[in-house]
């Protein structure tokens, strides 16, 4: 089997980076990091690079995100790495995949070929797709793995209740719903969201029997919170036993974590996809397989 020589990371990822490298047998290197007074960032990478190489980067607060990664790339190919792949768990700027007044930016195209400039492949985790159903279409890149988290939420699911009813807050979490539900048998549903804004949406809930039981949200991602919210607050008002909640990528900006509690939520459980402390579980097993894939696939087509 090939492998990878090197594994990147970045300081704020310590704990991922050293889960996936004890995976893949190898050592995750740190890319030190310093911030000039005036904001400009000093990057100091591995002195020798060589082969393939994985830098980790997950795209949460995205935005220096991105100049980090940019310096990192080009520095790592002159440094001597012949093909670079990007991990990076969480995908910044995908819900933004059209224009809805002249002259708007869509930022998933200018993303996905900015990546594509830099990196030869990509592995990533729940893309947060609306319109663009193939990661393809925007990042022109040879090699791109889309894993899900969603049959392993099922199973932190699965340890908690016997028999849960999974609910997705809107159409757009039929998929990782019905994925979380297959393994076990869950009943599930989705509910039918009208949004006004960045923190007002409206929730109708399905035609489905929630008196009583013991009922599990579950999404791609929370970042307001108020979605969630308003869902957990419809379905006890509908007399649901318990909402818990569990999503792949624990953005929870500002005060979304107060606003699910004051909405009755009793568990929150994330993946590791995003560092939080809702995190459960590790999606570093789906990733670690995914890179050794990457890297069979490659000497396969060498």
Not at 15 to 24: E, G, I, P
Request: charged share 15%; with cysteine.
């Amino acid at each position: 089997m090939a492998q990878i020589n090197h594994l990147l990371y970045f300081e704020d990822e310590a704990v991922f980076a050293n889960l996936l490298s004890r995976q893949l047998g190898l050592t995750a290197e740190l890319v030190h990091r310093h911030r000039f007074p005036d904001g400009e960032l000093k990057l100091q990478l591995p002195q020798h690079l060589s082969g393939k190489i994985c830098i980790l980067r997950s795209l949460s607060n995205p935005n220096e995100k991105l100049v980090e990664l940019l310096l990192t790339a080009r520095t790592a190919r002159e440094l001597g790495a012949q093909h670079i792949s990007l991990v990076s768990p969480y995908l910044a700027y995908m819900r933004q995949d059209m224009a809805f007044a002249p002259g708007q930016v869509v930022s998933q195209k200018v993303l996905g070929q900015f990546l594509a400039d830099l990196f030869d492949a990509l592995i990533t985790v729940d893309p947060h797709l609306h319109r663009t159903n193939n990661l393809h279409l925007v990042m022109p890149m040879a090699h791109i793995r889309v894993l899900s988290a969603a049959p392993v939420l099922g199973e932190l699911v699965a340890k908690h209740h016997l028999q849960p009813l999974l609910i997705g807050p809107d159409e757009e979490s039929t998929q990782w719903v019905a994925l979380a539900a297959q393994k076990h048998g869950f009943e599930f549903g989705v509910c039918h969201k009208l949004r006004h804004g960045d923190l007002a949406v409206d929730i109708q809930l399905p035609d489905i029997q929630i008196k009583g039981r013991a009922i599990v949200v579950l999404d791609d991602m929370a970042s307001s919170g108020r979605t969630l919210a308003v869902t957990a607050q419809q379905l006890s008002a509908a007399g649901a036993a318990c909402v818990d909640v569990a999503v792949t990528h624990a953005l929870f900006c500002g005060d979304a974590l107060n606003v699910m509690a004051q909405a009755g939520i009793s568990h929150v459980w994330s993946t590791d996809c995003i560092s939080h402390p809702s995190n459960s579980v590790s999606v570093s097993p789906l990733i670690s397989k995914a890179v050794k894939e990457l890297m069979n696939d490659l000497l396969f087509n060498m």
